[in-house]
T-cell receptor, first 117, second 114 residues
C-alpha cells in the first residue's frame, strides 16, 4: 500500500531550537496538507499545497512557522524558534485533486510527535 | 460555532454490540463527509466517505448522512476489540470538493470490551 511517510516520528527539544519536520507524500499526489493535533484543539489545518504551490497557510503562526515543498516528493514544516505551546502531533496528508470531479479523500501519515521543553 | 461537532465520549461497549457514532455540522453547503479511524499513536486512516444524503455500507460499517437535519452517523455492527480507536468525522471546509482541506470533529474514543 502506498503511504505518506513522515520523519522524524518523535522529536524532543528545548525551547528556542529550530525544528524541521519532513513529509514524503504518496507518489503522484498533487496536494499536500499539514495538520496539527492537540488534546484541546483536535485536528487543525496549518497549511496546504497544490502542485507545490502554497494555497493556504492561514492556520500557521507566520512569525515562527514556515512550510515549503522543495520538490514534489518532499514537504517540510519548520518552527523557529520553537515554544512549549508548539508541543503537539503534526500530521502530513496527501491527495490527488482534480477540478470539477469527486476526488478521493486525503491519506495521512503517522505524524511527528513533538515535545518542546 | 464549530463547523463540525462530535461527542468526544468516551464510549465503551461489549464485543458484538452495535455502535452508533454521530456528528452534526453547521453549513448546509457541505456535501462530502468522511469518517477516519485513528489508533493510538497513528495517523487518521480513512474508513468511508459519502456524498450528499443517504447510506453507504462497507462490511460491518455503514455511513449515513441526513442533510435535512445536518446529521452524519457511522454504525459499526458486530463490534470487535480491534475496533477500539478514536473515530473522527470530517468534511471539506466551506463546502469545497472532496479532495480539499478538511475540518474535523473532536473525535469519539471507542473501546470495545472482549
Amino acid at each position: 500500500d502506498a503511504r505518506v511517510t513522515q520523519t522524524p516520528r518523535h522529536k524532543v527539544t528545548e525551547m528556542g531550537q529550530e525544528v524541521t519536520m519532513r513529509c514524503q507524500p504518496i507518489l503522484g499526489h498533487n496536494t499536500v496538507f499539514w495538520y496539527r493535533q492537540t488534546m484541546m484543539q483536535g485536528l487543525e489545518l496549518l497549511a496546504y499545497f497544490r502542485n507545490r504551490a502554497p494555497l493556504d497557510d492561514s492556520g500557521m503562526p507566520k512569525d515562527r512557522f514556515s512550510a515549503e515543498m522543495p520538490d514534489a516528493t518532499l514537504a517540510t514544516l519548520k518552527i523557529q524558534p520553537s515554544e512549549p505551546r508548539d508541543s503537539a502531533v503534526y500530521f502530513c496528508a496527501s491527495g490527488l485533486f482534480f477540478e470539477n470531479t469527486v476526488n478521493q479523500p486525503q491519506h495521512f501519515g503517522d505524524g511527528t510527535r513533538l515535545s518542546i521543553l | 460555532q464549530k463547523e463540525v461537532e462530535q461527542d468526544p465520549g468516551p464510549l465503551s461497549v461489549p464485543e458484538g454490540a452495535i455502535v452508533s457514532l454521530n456528528c452534526t455540522y453547521s453549513n448546509s453547503a457541505f456535501q462530502y463527509f468522511m469518517w477516519y479511524r485513528q489508533y493510538s499513536r497513528k495517523g487518521p486512516e480513512l474508513l468511508m466517505y459519502t456524498y450528499s444524503s443517504g447510506n453507504k455500507e462497507d462490511g460491518r460499517f455503514t455511513a449515513q448522512v441526513d442533510k435535512s437535519s445536518k446529521y452524519i452517523s457511522l454504525f459499526i455492527r458486530d463490534s470487535q476489540p480491534s475496533d477500539s480507536a478514536t473515530y473522527l468525522c470530517a468534511t471539506p471546509i466551506s463546502g469545497e470538493t472532496s479532495g480539499s482541506r478538511l475540518t474535523f470533529g473532536e473525535g469519539t474514543q471507542l473501546t470495545v470490551n472482549p
